[in-house]
């Protein structure tokens, strides 16, 4: 007996050191057929929650920059607003009205720069249509080229989150025209 007890801890010493070299409790499924389901389940939770964490960071990236641009786009906006009430009046010459006026339609150029805006490859502001920009001018005329659809990432098990915009509903939301 005492022979097979000192085998027996050998035996279990051997893999006892094998485990703390390889990192491993299992090395093959018949050493614990249960706990090898459970590993592999583990396994598949844990790449799931790096593809989610990949998707968010694209995510968070994205709708930082359409931030940015919808903060340049107030800002212009704005610009815009004092460029036409300081324009207004009597005792406004029209040298300073054309000057005005250049000043919106060089502002209006710049918002339409805005809502084309291109994010690693992509269009910000067009909906679902994300490689076609948002508008294009025809004749003379800026026109919508998008959809009022959204792209959406799932960042989260059953949470998805918008990473394209309806540009048009941005420019113009329930007004008859848009900016």
Do not use: C
Not at 81 to 87: F, L, P
Not at 154 to 168: N, P
Request: hydrophobic letters at 40%; charged letters at 15%; glycine letters at 10%.
């Amino acid at each position: 007996d005492g022979l097979s007890a000192i085998e027996s801890a050998a035996n279990q010493m051997a893999l006892a050191r094998q485990q703390v070299v390889t990192g491993r409790r299992i090395s093959v499924a018949s050493d614990d057929p249960l706990g090898m389901q459970q590993a592999i389940g583990e396994h598949a939770t844990i790449g799931a929650i790096d593809a989610y964490t990949q998707t968010r960071d694209s995510a968070a990236a994205r709708l930082s920059a359409a931030d940015s641009v919808l903060n340049s786009m107030l800002d212009k906006l704005s610009a815009a607003i004092v460029a036409a009430t300081d324009a207004r009046g009597s005792n406004v010459d029209p040298a300073a009205r054309a000057a005005a006026s250049a000043a919106v339609r060089g502002l209006q150029q710049s918002l339409a720069g805005d809502l084309n805006t291109k994010f690693n490859g992509t269009y910000l502001f067009s909906g679902t249509q994300s490689t076609t920009a948002a508008y294009a001018s025809v004749g003379g005329v800026w026109t919508y080229q998008g959809d009022a659809s959204t792209v959406q990432l799932e960042v989260e098990q059953g949470r998805l989150i918008s990473v394209t915009f309806d540009g048009q509903g941005i420019a113009q939301g329930s007004d008859p025209t848009d900016v």
